[in-house]
């Protein structure tokens, strides 16, 4: 067995779904280097970077069709928390194997006030999942993947390790189908393809609406994508029942 195969099974052994970025490729790939300052690639965060291991985790079909609900934030918090202490503990494993590596906290901004200053967190896990092969970007501005679509999380570990890496998907995933265009309540889609078709500031707004009745984020562009295996949505009266609360 390889050096590169023990630390993958070690990393499989902790978590199944993982693939892996190459550092150098926050440079190189046209998309990422037009779309992510200097300062928050992986070689600017930590320069002995070589890989980013990018771990990921669906979200529930049945609950995603509800959002915005209490039980759509609950879950999309347990989901940041998952892949918090999952991260961490790939983290830890390879720094037990001689590299260096720090877990990316998942949501690596300060709230709605602080997205409201900087709409951007500090370090992009789609587009480490975009370089790693995981997806492609959606004129929802999400990262659609071929089995979950965009109803997936991703989290992100930088290392010194040097792991075999995926390359960006070569066909687009999204059909230009417009439907999250025409969903959004807040008129924050253009139907522009990705990097130009979301006003964050639009879509800030709406989260802060939602913050105030206990009820972000609205992922209602996340809920009506069409693309991910078909799931059967769950009753009218299952989603009336969940959203009946707010704060
Ligand atoms: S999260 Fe909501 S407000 Fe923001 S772009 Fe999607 S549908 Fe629009
Ligand atoms: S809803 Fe349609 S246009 Fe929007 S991201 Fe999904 S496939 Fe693309």
Redesign the pocket.
């Known amino acids: 067995m390889t050096e590169d195969d023990s630390l993958i099974n070690k990393i499989r052994e902790i978590w199944p779904g993982f693939a892996v970025a190459d550092a150098a490729a926050w440079d190189t790939d046209p998309l990422v280097s037009a779309t992510i300052p200097t300062h928050q690639r992986p070689r600017s965060i930590m320069p002995s970077a070589r890989s980013v291991v990018v771990i990921w985790v669906p979200v529930s079909p049945t609950i995603m069709h509800t959002a915005?609900s209490i039980y759509y934030r609950e879950h999309y918090r347990t989901l940041n928390t998952l892949l918090d202490v999952t991260s961490q503990r790939i983290a830890t494993m390879l720094d037990a194997e001689g590299h260096d590596a720090a877990y990316v906290p998942r949501d690596g901004y300060h709230g709605i006030e602080g997205l409201r200053k900087d709409p951007s967190s500090f370090f992009s896990h789609r587009h480490a999942a975009y370089l790693a092969g995981l997806g492609t970007f959606g004129i929802?501005?999400?990262l659609l993947t071929e089995k979950h679509g965009p109803r997936v999380r991703f989290a992100s570990v930088i290392t010194s390790a040097d792991i075999p890496a995926g390359r960006p998907l070569k066909k687009g995933l999204c059909t230009e189908c417009m439907k999250?265009v025409r969903?959004?309540?807040?008129?924050?889609?253009s139907g522009d393809t990705y990097p130009g078709g979301?006003?964050k500031s639009?879509?800030?707004?709406?989260?802060g609406e939602l913050a105030k009745k206990g009820i972000s984020?609205?992922?209602?562009?996340?809920?009506?994508c069409p693309v991910g295996k078909k799931v059967k949505p769950p009753s009218d009266d299952f989603i009336e029942a969940v959203r009946r609360y707010e704060i």
């Open positions: 915005p929802n501005n999400v999250c969903e959004c309540p807040a008129n924050a889609l979301l006003d639009l879509c800030v707004e709406r989260s984020p609205c992922g209602r562009c996340i809920a009506v």
